[in-house]
């Protein structure tokens, strides 16, 4: 079953809010981040890389290919570790896959975060003249 989820930073120990997507999840759950398939996508909204990329990744995320797949959205502001990974010190939007131990840094096409996704090589990988560095925000 596809699952699409959207939450707020600001709810980690909480449940987190939704759109209509799907149903609700705490972030928190490390074990339910840990799972094969599985996608979280960090981003900020003063950034505007990540503002692009948003439409990518939920376009990305209703692909009949990635129909076993769910996909997280972290929307964080002050960039809280998530399952002990730090955020902020890699720069927004960042997209993280194989328990979190995988991540693309920056807005790339749909076609970028696909081969993200289809790599089994556990590389990290940076588009970094297309993200927003955190620390220089603040």
Same mark, same amino acid.
């Given at each position: 079953m596809k699952r699409n989820i959207f939450f707020s930073a600001a709810l980690l120990c909480s449940l987190a809010t939704t759109t209509a997507y799907a149903e609700v999840h705490p972030l928190n759950n490390c074990a339910q981040l840990s799972k094969p398939k599985t996608v979280v996508l960090a981003y900020a909204t003063w950034c505007k890389y990540s503002q692009q990329f948003l439409p990518v990744y939920k376009n990305t995320s209703n692909n009949i290919k990635y %129909? @076993?797949?769910? !996909?997280?959205?972290l929307v964080d502001e002050d960039f809280s570790p998530v399952c002990n990974v730090e955020i %902020? @010190?890699?720069g927004v939007p960042i997209t !993280? %896959? @194989?328990?979190?131990?995988?991540?693309?840094?920056? /807005?790339v096409p749909e076609e970028g975060l696909e081969h993200f996704l289809d790599d089994l090589? %556990? /590389?990290? /990988?940076? /588009?970094?003249? !297309?993200?927003c560095h955190v620390k220089n925000n603040k």
């Open positions: %129909k @076993d797949w769910t !996909f997280y959205t %902020k @010190d890699k !993280f %896959k @194989d328990n979190m131990q995988s991540y693309l840094i920056g /807005a090589n %556990k /590389a990290s /990988a940076k /588009a970094q003249a !297309f993200s």
